[in-house]
């Protein structure tokens, strides 16, 4: 185990100090009050590590195998506790905000979200994206880069890779037009794509757990705005190509596993089955609880569906949203293939993690600050530029520290569970 930084014990020992000091005010206030039968309730100290989620506070019996991939290693933990690792990184850096720009934010950047696919390369999974400060990304992913060193057996190059991040960072807001050959790793990837239709709908009916019939009748009626505008958008589509032929529970993800989801074969452009179309239909959380992002209170779609339209290399297609039984859910289209990083078989060498994180650096570049300061993106890129040069060494101190905390973390909850 990872033991934690100086700063972290130093902070501990301020949150102890802290919690004691209002436990001795509690005891000095009780001697001027007549006694009484009950004792004055106290208050619980604060955990000494902000990332530990008890793994009593969560239910995984509908899903076992998410808690086998917690339990496997440091970053699928990392993967799940996303919404207090970005309130931690809100918090850490809560003075260096204050007046800061804000940006297009992807929410949940780690190296495992960097996926090839028919449309292109470059981090996925929108589900938290929002908008905010940029050291939310950078944390995340920065972190993500450093538990998938260790675990790869490249522990000794994280710095130097935290820094190819922040080059390819830099590249971009200094040129959004920069571009680069395709990892290496994306192009293995690429080069193993196969285009069988029926494997693929075996693939996509294997997915698909049962849903009650009346909760397909719902689903699909509440469907009916999401077509009408899919229709509007793309008027050349046949008036039934979005007519749900199959539906079914998605048990996939592991920072989502628990939310609601759902995979619909529609018909596409034509009654042949393998001219279907695959909707993914997720729920939209929220995330009012990670302090310096802007959200609206509650479920906002339009979070997730500007966060992919900016960030992402090539946005899903379909993209919409739709409400049912008190629950809001953003709607995309899968492609045919589809494969993410897998830290313990795809980062064989320094050399090629170093192009993921140059390659992820300029995608965050770009879509930080696209059109969200219109006519002004010269400006803020400017503005982003000071503050990288201003903090890089600041945020990788950070995310070392909070690599250790992960660690930590992890282990207490797999003691635990």
């Known amino acids: 185990m990872m033991e934690s930084p100086p700063s972290d014990r130093r902070r501990n020992r301020n949150r102890h100090a802290i919690a004691f000091a209002a436990i001795l005010a509690t005891a000095l206030a009780a001697c001027d009050r007549q006694p009484t039968d009950e004792a004055p309730p106290i208050e619980p100290a604060q955990d000494s590590n902000p990332l530990f989620v008890d793994p009593a506070s969560r239910d995984f019996s509908a899903n076992p195998k998410l808690l086998q991939r917690i339990l496997a290693t440091p970053h699928g933990y990392f993967r799940f506790i996303n919404v207090p690792f970005s309130h931690e990184v809100c918090g850490r850096f809560g003075a260096d905000l204050v007046g800061t720009p804000t940006f297009n934010l992807h929410g949940d950047a780690h190296i495992e979200q960097y996926a090839t696919t028919d449309l292109g390369r470059g981090l996925t999974d929108f589900d938290d994206s929002s908008t905010g400060p940029a050291i939310v990304d950078l944390a995340r992913f920065g972190v993500s880069l450093y538990l998938a060193s260790d675990l790869a057996g490249l522990g000794a190059e994280a710095d130097s890779l935290f820094d190819e991040f922040l080059r390819g960072y830099r590249a971009a807001l200094d040129d959004p037009s920069t571009e680069v050959e395709e990892p290496r790793l994306a192009a293995r990837k690429r080069a193993k794509f196969k285009y069988d239709r029926e494997a693929y709908f075996r693939f996509i009916d294997s997915l698909m757990e049962p849903v009650p019939e009346d909760e397909q009748r719902g689903l699909v009626e509440s469907l009916g705005p999401y077509i009408e505008v899919m229709h509007e958008e ?49 729920q939209v959380r929220d995330l009012t609880d990670i302090g310096c992002i802007s959200v609206a209170a509650g479920p906002d779609p339009f979070r997730v569906l500007i966060g992919q339209a900016r960030i992402a290399t090539e946005p899903y297609k379909f993209l919409g949203y739709a409400r049912f039984r008190e629950h809001t859910f953003w709607v995309h289209a899968w492609v045919e293939n589809y494969s993410e990083i897998d830290i313990d078989d795809d980062l064989a060498s320094a050399e090629e993690v170093a192009e993921v994180a140059f390659d992820v650096g300029l995608q965050l570049g770009r879509g930080h600050v696209k059109a969200i300061a219109q006519p002004l993106d010269l400006q803020l890129r400017k503005e982003q530029m000071r503050l990288i040069d201003r903090d890089a060494e600041k945020i990788k101190t950070a995310c070392r520290e909070l690599a250790a905390l992960t660690v930590e973390a992890w282990e207490r909850f797999k003691a635990g569970a």
């Open 234 to 282: 793309s008027p050349e589509l046949a008036a039934d190509f979005f007519t749900v032929e199959r539906l079914g529970y998605l048990r996939q993800g592991i920072g989502s596993a628990l939310d609601i989801k759902y995979l619909a074969r529609t018909r596409g452009p034509s009654a042949d089955p393998l001219d279907d179309v695959v909707l993914e239909i997720k």
